[in-house]
């Protein structure tokens, strides 16, 4: 799975991070190395559609948070996801 918007919701739901957290997160638990352009491209368009928001700066960095809606969308993903997943797993038995 590649989708940034996923990735950095994923990402949020243990907790508020910066960008570069994000990233390493993301790198860790999805394998998938996000650059800076694709990943605040990301965070853009999740805040102008209230699934994340900042959550007050931290020295130069800001981290940011999911919201209510953010972790509502993001659970629909991901019974959408396993949906596909189960029945490509019991297709792939029968082949």
Do not use: C, N
């Not at 990943?39 to 699934?51: N, S």
């Amino acid at each position: 799975m590649t989708d940034p918007t996923l990735l950095v919701l994923a990402s949020l739901a243990d907790g508020d991070k910066h960008g570069y957290a994000m990233m390493e997160d993301i790198q860790k638990f999805a394998g998938v190395r996000l650059g800076p352009g694709t990943l605040y491209g990301a965070i853009t368009r999740l805040e102008e559609r209230g699934w994340i928001r900042p959550s007050g700066a931290r020295d130069r960095r800001q981290p940011y948070a999911i919201t209510g809606a953010g972790r509502e969308y993001l659970e629909q993903q991901v019974a959408s996801l396993d949906h596909v997943l189960k029945t490509a797993q019991r297709r792939l038995k029968h082949a």
